[in-house]
């Protein structure tokens, strides 16, 4: 069974600090890969994805991942965090074979001190 | 070109009541996904629909959940005869084909008191 595990609940860095969140998967097939973030009360907002190629993906507001395919793992990393990052962010998988129909982690909340 | 719309965004009901929440997709998107998340969860994939069909609602409960997305207007998520255990916010994504990006609306959040 497809199954996405981020086994940080809760994350809290210092403003200005890196920061890393973790995603392992599961998947029975050729994996796209996507993490997400939202804002308390908002929507979903795509940070950025892995379909092909590169296995390290940029994405917006300072974000990368690396897909590791020897490690089932996607994790999400930022140089310097700033206060405005601090969200609930998910990671998600999907494949060709099943389409759109993505399976999300529980996701991480991100605390930011000052 | 306006995102994906979801209306209402907030919305009440008392048991046994019914739940319509409705979602306008992007410009030239025609496939609409829903999913749920519940309290402190992440979120779970319900149906995949196309105009005037569903293709995949493996994750729908059995009862008292429908969903459609006609020819004309909104794609809409009806639950009847709403229990407690339905408060979540409801997602609507859709994409231009059933492979790659999907963009999310900000959700229709549900209360049942």
């Known amino acids: 069974a497809q199954s996405v595990t981020q086994p940080d609940i809760h994350i809290t860095v210092s403003e200005g600090a890196s920061l890393e969140l973790r995603c392992n998967y599961s998947y029975g097939a050729t994996p796209y890969l996507f993490w997400y973030v939202q804002s308390p009360g908002q929507g979903l907002q795509l940070l950025l994805k892995?379909?092909?190629?590169?296995?390290l993906v940029q994405g917006i507001k300072g974000f990368e991942a690396e897909f590791k395919r020897s490690q089932s793992s996607f994790n999400l990393r930022k140089p310097s965090v700033h206060w405005s990052d601090a969200a609930e962010y998910f990671c998600?998988?999907?494949?060709?074979?099943?389409?759109?129909?993505?399976?999300f982690g529980a996701g991480t909340i991100l605390r930011v001190k000052s | 070109n306006a995102g994906v719309m979801q209306n209402p965004r907030h919305l009440v009901r008392r048991r046994g009541q019914e739940a319509r929440l409705r979602c306008s997709p992007m410009k030239g998107h025609s496939h609409v996904y829903w999913y749920r998340q519940l309290p402190e969860e992440g979120l779970k994939f319900m149906v995949y629909?196309?105009?005037?069909?569903?293709?995949?609602e493996s994750g729908m409960p059995k009862e008292r959940f429908s969903a459609e997305f006609p020819k004309e207007g909104p794609s809409i998520l009806r639950i009847q005869q709403v229990v407690r255990g339905d408060s979540a916010a409801y997602f609507c994504?859709?994409?231009?084909?059933?492979?790659?990006?999907?963009?999310f609306g900000e959700g229709s959040r549900l209360t049942v008191l």
């Open positions: 994504a859709s994409g231009q084909s059933n492979t790659g990006e999907l963009f």
């Open positions: 998600a998988v999907g494949a060709l074979e099943y389409g759109n129909k993505l399976v």
């Open positions: 892995y379909f092909s190629g590169d296995t």
């Open positions: 629909l196309q105009k005037e069909n569903i293709i995949d």
